[in-house]
């Protein structure tokens, strides 16, 4: 059979949307459990409650439960079942990519501030240390959700219903060149795929050396295990975010500069390997928690007590309370 015949390219296509269907649905669904896991760890713990790395994690787990929401599960329900939402409402239409950018935004501002704040509080140098607390943190939170509703505006503006050419059908798409080169050269190249690929890994590094050194330095034992911790838990989603986010990447631009309209079986193939690699792009937001789980014995201790701690509360049966009034006794002897 040649790779070329139709058949081919049917399985492929095929392959490509049993794909998107189950492992995009796996990922919805434990992405969100494990967003909210996180986000219970988090917010119960002192230790965390008062670190601004912590913080920066707290924000991003939101964050990610929004975009597999806004993203990952239209991308299921689109490309899975072809059921597109977008074409029954202009308003979804616009708003769609808004929030997919604005979470994107925001999850990987919170990447980067939690891999540039672990470099300062490991840093030795005390005023690197000053710049790492709750109050910076918050600030620039507010400052990435600013910039995220900013930057998604243009989407509102620019998607529009219009009229194939080819199926003579409504869709939704992109009605400015100017703003979709932007999109392609800039949003998916630099701002959701070099940028924070290469401050993560850089300030992941310098974190890293800081903590080899931890050991000789005269710090609280409290203070340097939560350090080691949470470098450790951020050190290892620095790693991730490249696997994650590089082959994605690599493929957009691919689209971008191979022109494979008049070829049906690379026209295919590039569209499987969208397929995976944006699955793969999608696991940054659903394996946070996991990440942590697994390269953390601290953590994994801290989910247990949470956990039993919740359970204490809220599992054990209520006390049997006695209404009956017992007569009254005389002590006779």
């Given at each position: ?119 300062l509080s490991t840093s030795y140098n005390r005023r690197y240390q000053q ?102 838990m951020v050190l290892v989603q620095d790693v991730y975010i490249f696997i ?30 969208e397929s995976l690699t944006a699955t793969i792009y999608y696991t940054f ?49």
């Open positions: 059979m040649s790779s070329s015949s139709p058949s081919f390219i049917s399985i492929l296509s095929n392959v490509s949307q049993q794909v998107i269907i189950y492992l995009g649905t796996f990922l919805i669904i434990i992405g969100i459990i494990g967003g909210i896991l996180n986000i219970i760890i988090f917010l119960s713990l002192r230790t965390f409650r008062g670190n601004s790395c912590a913080f920066y994690l707290l924000i991003m787990s939101f964050v990610n439960i929004g975009q597999l929401f806004s993203g990952q599960l239209s991308r299921t329900m689109i490309s899975g079942y072809y059921i597109d939402w977008t074409l029954n409402s202009l308003f979804y239409c616009k708003f769609r990519w808004f929030f997919i950018q604005g979470f994107t935004i925001i999850s990987f501002s919170c990447m980067c501030f939690a891999t540039i704040d672990q470099y710049w790492n607390n709750i109050k910076l943190a918050c600030y620039l939170c507010i400052i990435a959700f600013i910039c995220a509703i900013i930057h998604g505006i243009p989407s509102t503006i620019y998607y529009n219903h219009t009229i194939s050419l080819t199926t003579n059908k409504t869709i939704c798409t992109i009605t400015n060149n100017i703003y979709q080169k932007y999109r392609t050269y800039v949003y998916f190249t630099v701002i959701a795929g070099a940028l924070p690929v290469f401050i993560s890994v850089l300030f992941g590094s310098l974190s890293y050396r800081n903590v080899q050194q931890l050991s000789y330095r005269q710090v609280p034992i409290i203070r340097r295990e939560l350090d080691k911790q949470l470098t450790r994650a986010i590089v082959p994605y990447t690599i493929v957009l631009i691919t689209e971008t500069f191979v022109n494979v309209q008049n070829n049906p079986l690379g026209n295919a193939q590039l569209q499987f390997a937001f659903s394996f946070p928690f996991y990440i942590y789980i697994i390269v953390s014995k601290r953590f994994r201790q801290q989910l247990i007590y949470v956990l039993s701690r919740i359970y204490n509360h809220f599992g054990r049966p209520l006390p049997i309370v006695n209404n009956q009034i017992a007569p009254e006794t005389t002590n006779i002897n």
